[in-house]
């Protein structure tokens, strides 16, 4: 039970409450305030920090390899196709315009794809890159997005590839510092954020929305967005949100280390990048789907031993690879593989599912719910 001084301060009733100050909930709170600036917004976050994906992801700031962009036009078609890679182009645009590449650690490495002649043979591939450039130049304003890098492949600390692939526009990026710089952002434009708080569901109250937490009922909000993603079952479980386990490695540091940029494998299933003179690789939860549609933070060997094994097999270095950390993330999925921004409700918004491209899907989509919210007032 909250005391009287909790509720009518920490607690006061909002025009907007957002559950989860993840990069989703933290973007559409900034576009909101900038929009109108005389909102009263309060976003409750389940955690000391967000749990999800945000601050537990690889740090790539990227819009779509080659093998991934050509299997989605294969299953969405060459419009959608696009249109996804323009949004989160724009919104890797739209984080350097917000902040200095200083304060969240933007490395403008590039973006490679190591790709196996299963996928492609070297003529198809080259036919694949000049295909894709054409259709990707008015986006990226560059006639030549990616470029063979196959001859050079020694060079970047990968081995035992047939191909690799090089994207200019693509980056590392600190994931903790751009959550917290983003935080401070909107903290200074007056948005309240409340962490320990966990929703356990609203009603219909009068003109408002009765938002109960751990606590028991505990504020109102004229309206409420959802921005939980991978967690959503729990509390909109008729969306069928499907949760996607991300397991992550980062090695101890390696004495002469070539490996520099950013990397992917197998449609984006793999990835890998280097963090100073560690590596830091994710993915492969392809092995074991799912399994991997699940909500545990704790990972599973079999997939921690696939990717030590991958290391050892395709990372080129003068010493044996020693693991030092691992930890997951909990990213949302579509069957389309697009964002979801709808109301489920009169007055509930739920923005959730980058399906695993929140870094820079988030800011764009951002700005459709603050116009949505705005046309709803």
Known sequence: ????????????????????????????????????PSLSITILEKNATPLGASTRNAGFACFGSLTELISDESTMGTAA????????????????????????????????EAIQNNHFTAPNLDGHIHYLNELLAPITGKPQTFCNATKQMNRYGVKSFDHLVYNSFEAGIHSGKLVNEL??????????????????????AAESLEITTQFGPSMKAKQLIVCVNGFTQTLLPELNILPARGQILLTKPIEGLSLKGTFHFD?????????????????ARNLAIAEEQTTDLAGSDKIRNHLTQFLATYIDTIQPIEIEQNW?????????????????????????AC???GVALTPIVAEKVAAMVQAND
Request: proline share 2%; charged share 20%; hydrophobic share 45%.
């Open 1 to 36: 039970m909250l005391s009287f001084w909790e509720k009518d301060s920490y607690y006061a009733d909002a025009d907007i409450v957002i559950i989860g100050a993840g990069l989703m909930g933290l973007w559409s709170a900034y576009e909101l305030k900038k929009a109108a």
């Open 81 to 112: 196709m696009l249109s996804i890679v323009e949004s989160r182009f724009k919104g890797i645009q739209k984080i350097r315009a917000n902040f200095s590449d200083e304060a969240i650690q933007y490395d403008a490495c590039g973006g490679f």
């Open 183 to 204: 935080t401070s952002k909107v903290l200074a434009l007056g948005v309240r954020i409340i962490n320990g708080v966990e929703v356990k569901g609203w009603i219909k």
């Open 267 to 283: 449609e984006g299933f793999y990835y890998w990048r280097n963090i100073g003179n560690r590596i830091l690789i994710g993915g």
């Open 328 to 352: 997951s993330g909990i990213m949302g999925f579509t069957p389309t593989k697009e964002p979801l921004c709808t109301w489920t409700a009169p007055n509930v918004l739920a923005v959730i």
């Open 355 to 357: 399906n695993g491209m």
